[in-house]
C-alpha cells in the first residue's frame, strides 16, 4: 500500500459577504507598553499653547513698601496692636486683568508669634496696572516673658524685627472666561525702627519671597 495523507482542510472566508464593499481593514493593537493619546488630550495641549502665545501671561508682582503704627500697647504679658501694611501689586499683563478673590489673609508675627491679622479687598486689577493695597493688622495676643522682655529690648535698640506673611488667591480674567484660582504666596522678613503709636515706621532692612502656584 502506499502512502496515505490526512486531509488538509483550509478556512477561505467567504468572499460573498465582501461582495460589493471593501473588506474590513485590520487595525493592529498599540504596542505593549504604550498608551494611545486622547483626542481630548490633544485639544487641551492646543488650547494650552494657543493661550500662552496669545496672551503671553505673566505672573503678578508683589512687594511690601511701608508699614505703619496705628496703635500698639504692651501691657503685662498681652500686646495689643493695630498696624497698616501696603503691598504694591503690579500686574504686567497687557491682554489678562487680575480678580483678587475673596479669603486673602496677612498676618505679622514676632518670634513666630502672632500679632495681629487681617485680610485685604476684592477687586479687579486692569492690564498693565500698579496698586497699592493698604492691609489693617489688629490683633491681642499673650506672650511669654521671654518674648515679651525680647520685644521690650528690641524697640530700645531701634531694630525690631517682624515676619509678614501673605496670601492672596486670585483668577486671570481673559476677554470672556476666567482662570481656576491661583494661589499667591508671600513672606517677608523686615526689620523697622520703631513702634511708635500714629508713626509710620522705617524699614531698616527688607528680605521677600513670594510664589505664585498656576
Known sequence: MGIQYQPYYAHVPDQAQY?????????????????????????????????????NPQKPNYDVKEFAVKSFNLNDNTVETDF????????????????????????????GIRICS?????????TKNVTMLNISLEGK??????VKDSFIEDQKNGKIPLDIHIYVPIKFALENSKSKIIDVMMKCYIEVDSLKRDKKSKILSKICHYKVNF
Not at 500686574?91 to 518670634?111: A, R, T
Not at 495676643?141 to 521671654?146: T, V
Open 84 to 111: 497698616k501694611v501696603s503691598v504694591e501689586a503690579d500686574n504686567p499683563n497687557d491682554k489678562i486683568s487680575i480678580l483678587y478673590e475673596k479669603g486673602s489673609m496677612f498676618d505679622v508675627s514676632y518670634q
Open 19 to 55: 461582495y460589493g464593499q471593501p473588506q474590513p481593514y485590520y487595525y493592529p493593537p498599540p504596542h505593549p507598553g504604550q498608551n494611545p493619546v486622547p483626542r481630548y488630550h490633544k485639544e487641551k495641549v492646543g488650547a494650552m499653547a494657543f493661550f500662552i502665545l496669545y496672551y
Open 141 to 146: 495676643n499673650d506672650l511669654n516673658s521671654n
Open 118 to 126: 487681617g485680610s485685604g479687598p476684592e477687586f479687579q486689577q486692569p
